[in-house]
């Protein structure tokens, strides 16, 4: 027996790339809604409280700049900025496919992004009303 995915794209013996990768993506699709629950309902401030405590122990003005940075890399900038160097390498390492998909996915998350900023504001200056 071959334990080397096929020529034909099998990973694993029997499931594609395509069909693991969508099986991950519910996976992660559920595990996250129930944590989303759970902030929610309050349940999660008490190791919210713990996380933030130890790690104010290690405050300074330096990493509090390390962490802003890390911060700004998932605002729209920085993930434009991040597609655009992660595309280039694709698209240098002849990997056009995952280039189309990189840029396409990061397109739809913008959109996702810039409409639910928008869904929230008019929901805001409804209820205000």
């Known amino acids: 027996m071959n334990p080397r995915p096929s020529s034909t794209g099998e990973a694993f013996g029997f499931l594609s790339p395509l069909a693991l990768s969508i099986l991950l993506a519910l996976v992660a699709l559920v595990l996250f809604e129930r944590f989303a629950d759970e902030m929610i309902e309050g349940d999660t401030l008490q190791f919210d409280a713990a996380i933030r405590s130890f790690v104010h122990r290690f405050s300074s003005p330096p990493l509090t700049i390390l962490m802003r940075a ?60």
């Open 70 to 129: 890390f911060t700004d890399v998932g605002n729209i900038v920085g993930v434009v900025v991040g597609t655009i160097i992660a595309s280039t390498i694709l698209w240098w390492r002849n990997r056009r496919n995952g280039t189309v998909l990189l840029a396409a996915t990061t397109v739809g998350g913008l959109f996702l992004m810039w409409a639910s900023r928008f869904r929230v504001t008019i929901a805001f200056q409804v209820v205000m009303h």
